[in-house]
């Protein structure tokens, strides 16, 4: 059996606005990496889905309660983290609880 998914409303409605508009605006990867590339990944984007950046980062640091990952592996550069044209990277909210 998988394990439950454990995320927030807001984070659902999010994501699933995230995927609405970038098949609304015909997301393109190739796209995507050539815009990554040209203004970083944060800002790729953002030129994409306006108001990300607020969500994941205050000035040039990841807001509290974020981590990122990329290629699987957790970014301790946070923003500064080296990201190839090819790899993955994740947003992971902290999980709560106790």
Avoid at 31 to 50: K, N, S, W, Y
Avoid at 67 to 95: M, Y
Wanted: no cysteine; hydrophobic share 40%; aromatic share 6%.
């Amino acid at each position: 059996m998988p394990a439950k998914r454990i995320a927030s409303s807001e984070l659902d409605a999010f994501v699933n606005e995230g995927i609405r508009l970038s098949k609304e605006r015909g997301y393109n990867q190739a796209i995507f990496v050539g815009m990554r590339h040209q203004f970083g990944t944060i800002d790729a984007i953002e030129r994409l889905h306006p108001g990300f950046r607020d969500r994941v980062a205050t000035g040039e640091e990841i807001v509290p309660g974020l981590s990122v990952a990329v290629d699987g592996e957790t970014a301790a550069l946070g923003l500064l983290e080296p990201v190839g044209p090819s790899s993955e990277v994740h947003f992971i909210p902290a999980l709560g609880g106790g």
